[in-house]
């Protein structure tokens, strides 16, 4: 058969498809697997083995599942004979049985109602008031196959079904992390694009919110403002001033608040703390406790790092409740996310309590989660800080560095030549010299003439400091052959 | 805050998902759901219990998880300490090492490929392979989150991204299943009804594919045809006949075969047998076998019923090379589908050998499930056609039956006064008198001036037996007051 036959080629597929992208996933980590291969047939590389820290894909670098959330989790999946089981304490079984009361025919292996289980809901709701000190209802929460299932879901709500200058505008920091550009792009939406200051720690400054929303708006109808929380990929911690600032400028423009706040539980920096959109929100009074946001959150981050099983919800505040109604509508043909990543969700907004079990344990492997993470943000930040032509802020939060490359001209030269931009070009020889797979800054936006890459804080430290060891001998290197 | 000062109103919201319908989730569920709660209250009702049938949801209905699932499923969420309890046998301790071992960290709570774990779809592929008698490769298999997604994301690759009379058609069935309708509304693309064939086993004919295509081309441009075999609502089962009339069909007309083959375990009819589009496709020989196909699979039907977990596939075959890449790069956005339910998919396509220790209970169970269903199957065709006013095809496949109600005139009549539709006015005087919950066939679509409900046959057959003893009197009934 004919190529000129096939219903979809180059040129009849989806154009929208055709610009998405998604850098997390790009040309690069495929050929980080390709060198996995090599290494595997007995290749001779440099390095011994390829550490993809393209990725916050927690438990592939090594983080051990939290014992609680997969003793509930195995106990739910096959109830009839563990629950009789010694191998399990009473606060999981206890757990797993409220989890299965929830479901119905008392199975996982049924269909939840679409906005996720009341009972886990609730349990969202007890953690989001206890975090803020604000009421939140189970009417409010929708449940999602990650956060990123969730995020799309509240952008569809958002779109104005037009093209041309009509479509919906959706503000976006720059750098951002790439599912807003792509979603985007596939909903044929138009991103506003604002800036944060790199020299004032990634900051969010009204100022580009307004510089930015201006020059956009012959193009586009401005509908919303996605803000995240801490950044990704630039691991700003918002203050609560900033917060309220964003929220003054959205309620001016009349945006919708998208507020990724998936990291809420990756706090590093001495004097950085979490401060929820809603929770500033509520406290700011009327008008503005009235207005739309949704707050995103997964179970694939924070000390937990279940990605797999695709957990996530959002809190949807403020619709009018014909809206309400309609989002509701919009889930339901999707039937549901799935049912054991909700029952992970219950363990991470409800862990065992001080007086139960597992309590101590619990405890004990949270905190060292947290507290290894918070020493590589430390570490990184001061590693790439240690180097000349490197500049990198503060890792205040979240779970990858940002680090600035100031490349001499001949290296931009020689990226051009290659027919790359330059961080993909320096991406690619830190790739190719020591192993190490990274996500060049151009996949997250950047200014132009900057060059930046992310590297995640995630491999377990003393990989890490193995790792990065050499790091400062290949950019001097690099910097020496392009100087 | 003034509601005008919203974002969202049903003015400003998305047209696309005001216009999204998805009845097995709709109002008389609600109403269902309402019923449950006022029968816990202590309501004295005409029933005891409402009995959901409007939703294919398995264990809900009572149906038992197989053992050797649930085995699988529990030792790769909690290796650590299950790989050494007696109460597993060793090909579950086997299969879950296998799993882990494809998993990046070893544990399912990292992220898989976006299409799927590489050894899953592998053991997806033999299962193919064993199916048809035709190779299958597992670059062509994209794993999902439910058979849902990979439709959803198989039409989004074949949207033009053009409004008006440039809008991607795409032929539905009618009756059909409501997923279809909701997406191509959600994706403002344009729905190409062909009727089937209530009087011939509701059969898919040519000429009304070519009535269907002919009338709706000055409206869209026609991409691509969905056949769901074994019918969902209609229960039939198509002959290789059949699907090669199809095939020509698509091919004349260039379309995109979306074969929605979910329900391919359950056959019920004597002389009824399931073929795979691929496998016919491929026996029709160039330039057929060359046709770019999706088939599409899930965790959630046949025998395992294992819904909660959202697990699905689609084989997408005969795609251009870039086509394919570009297929790759729109899911990579998603991260990947959740990979429990990738695990219970590989127990379904690749269950326990003859010579394992698992093999007599889980073919005990499986056969014990199909066996029930089957006779389930029969049991309501032959009670919807004893009854006075009800006709009802063979329940050939699939989980439901769509029986035809011939009503009188006044019922119509007072079903216009109520501002109903008249089936959904039959089916929620069925519930509120009988407890019995369905869905109208205005949902699926319907000849104009017929009328029909959908009715699961899940629930356990003493339950069936007992909740539709009495579903004559209640016709009679309806019928006498209306008459």
Same mark, same amino acid.
């Given at each position: 058969?004919?190529?000129?036959?096939?219903?979809?080629?180059?040129?009849?597929? #989806? @154009?929208?498809?055709?610009? &998405?992208?998604?850098?997390?996933?790009?040309? /690069?980590?495929?050929?980080? !697997?390709? $060198?996995?291969?090599?290494?595997?047939?007995?290749?001779?590389?440099?390095?011994?083995?390829?550490?993809?820290?393209?990725?916050?894909?927690?438990?592939?670098?090594?983080?051990?599942?939290?014992?609680?959330?997969?003793?509930?989790?195995?106990?739910?999946?096959?109830?009839?004979?563990?629950?009789?089981?010694?191998?399990?304490?009473?606060?999981?079984?206890?757990?797993?049985?409220?989890?299965?009361?929830?479901?119905?025919?008392?199975?996982?292996?049924?269909?939840?109602?679409?906005?996720?289980?009341?009972?886990?809901?609730?349990?969202?709701?007890?953690?989001?008031?206890?975090?803020?000190?604000?009421?939140? #209802? @189970?009417?409010?929460?929708? &449940?999602?196959?990650?956060?990123?299932?969730? /995020?799309?879901?509240?952008? !569809?709500? $958002?779109?104005?079904?037009?093209?041309?200058?009509?479509?919906?505008?959706?503000?976006?920091?720059?750098?951002?992390?790439?599912?807003?550009?792509?979603?985007?792009?596939?909903?044929?939406?138009?991103?506003?694009?604002?800036?944060?200051?790199?020299?004032?720690?990634?900051?969010?400054?009204?100022?580009?919110?307004?510089?930015?929303?201006?020059?956009?708006?012959?193009?586009?109808?401005?509908?919303?403002?996605?803000?995240?929380?801490?950044?990704?990929?630039?691991?700003?911690?918002?203050?609560?001033?900033?917060?309220?600032?964003?929220?003054?400028?959205?309620?001016?423009?009349?945006?919708?608040?998208?507020?990724?706040?998936?990291?809420?539980?990756?706090?590093?920096?001495?004097?950085?703390?979490?401060?929820?959109?809603?929770?500033? $929100?509520?406290?700011?009074?009327?008008?503005?406790?009235?207005?739309?946001?949704?707050?995103?959150?997964?179970?694939?981050?924070?000390?937990?790092?279940?990605?797999?099983?695709?957990?996530?919800?959002?809190?949807?505040?403020?619709?009018?409740?014909?809206?309400?109604?309609?989002?509701?509508?919009?889930?339901?043909?999707?039937?549901?996310?799935?049912?054991?990543?909700?029952?992970?969700?219950?363990?991470?907004?409800?862990?065992?309590?001080?007086?139960?079990?597992?309590?101590?344990?619990?405890?004990?492997?949270?905190?060292?989660?947290?507290?290894?993470?918070?020493?590589?943000?430390?570490?990184?930040?001061?590693?790439?800080?240690?180097?000349?032509?490197?500049?990198?802020?503060?890792?205040?939060?979240?779970?990858?560095?940002?680090?600035?490359?100031?490349?001499?001209?001949?290296?931009?030269?020689?990226?051009?030549?290659?027919?790359?931009?330059?961080?993909?070009?320096?991406?690619?020889?830190?790739?190719?010299?020591?192993?190490?797979?990274?996500?060049?800054?151009?996949?997250?936006?950047?200014?132009?003439?900057?060059?930046?890459?992310?590297?995640?804080?995630?491999?377990?430290?003393?990989?890490?400091?193995?790792?990065?060891?050499?790091?400062?001998?290949?950019?001097?290197?690099?910097?020496?052959?392009?100087?």
């Amino acid at each position: 058969m004919d190529a000129r036959d096939k219903v979809l080629t180059m040129d009849t597929l #989806n @154009p929208c498809v055709r610009e &998405m992208e998604y850098a997390v996933r790009g040309p /690069i980590v495929a050929r980080a !697997t390709a $060198l996995e291969n090599e290494l595997k047939d007995g290749a001779d590389k440099p390095f011994k083995k390829v550490v993809k820290a393209n990725i916050g894909d927690c438990h592939a670098t090594g983080q051990k599942p939290i014992t609680f959330i997969r003793q509930v989790l195995a106990l739910v999946t096959y109830p009839d004979v563990l629950m009789n089981s010694p191998d399990f304490p009473d606060d999981a079984k206890d757990r797993a049985k409220k989890i299965l009361a929830a479901c119905r025919g008392g199975s996982i292996g049924s269909y939840s109602e679409s906005p996720g289980l009341l009972a886990i809901r609730t349990d969202i709701c007890a953690y989001i008031e206890n975090r803020d000190g604000h009421p939140s #209802n @189970p009417d409010d929460i929708i &449940m999602s196959t990650g956060a990123s299932d969730a /995020i799309k879901t509240i952008m !569809t709500l $958002l779109l104005t079904g037009k093209g041309g200058s009509e479509r919906a505008g959706i503000m976006i920091p720059v750098p951002q992390y790439p599912l807003y550009s792509a979603a985007i792009a596939e909903f044929n939406a138009y991103p506003i694009r604002y800036y944060l200051n790199e020299d004032n720690h990634w900051s969010l400054e009204v100022d580009e919110l307004k510089r930015a929303i201006k020059e956009a708006k012959p193009n586009c109808q401005p509908r919303a403002i996605c803000v995240i929380n801490p950044g990704n990929p630039t691991g700003q911690v918002l203050t609560k001033e900033n917060i309220e600032s964003v929220i003054k400028f959205a309620r001016d423009e009349k945006l919708f608040i998208l507020a990724d706040e998936v990291y809420q539980h990756n706090i590093w920096a001495k004097g950085s703390k979490f401060f929820s959109f809603k929770k500033v $929100l509520m406290e700011m009074g009327e008008p503005y406790s009235s207005m739309e946001l949704a707050s995103f959150m997964s179970a694939s981050k924070g000390f937990m790092g279940e990605c797999g099983y695709r957990g996530g919800y959002a809190e949807v505040i403020n619709l009018v409740p014909e809206v309400r109604a309609q989002l509701t509508k919009s889930i339901s043909a999707k039937l549901c996310p799935p049912v054991s990543g909700q029952a992970v969700m219950d363990v991470i907004v409800n862990p065992p309590h001080p007086e139960e079990p597992s309590y101590e344990q619990f405890t004990k492997e949270k905190e060292h989660v947290l507290a290894q993470l918070k020493e590589k943000a430390k570490f990184v930040t001061e590693l790439f800080n240690s180097i000349e032509g490197i500049t990198c802020n503060e890792v205040q939060g979240a779970m990858y560095a940002f680090p600035r490359l100031h490349l001499p001209p001949k290296a931009v030269e020689a990226a051009k030549a290659a027919g790359k931009t330059p961080d993909s070009f320096y991406c690619f020889a830190l790739l190719e010299e020591m192993g190490i797979c990274t996500v060049p800054g151009s996949g997250f936006g950047e200014q132009p003439g900057t060059y930046h890459f992310r590297i995640t804080i995630l491999p377990q430290l003393d990989e890490l400091k193995e790792v990065l060891g050499n790091f400062k001998d290949f950019h001097l290197r690099f910097l020496a052959k392009y100087k």
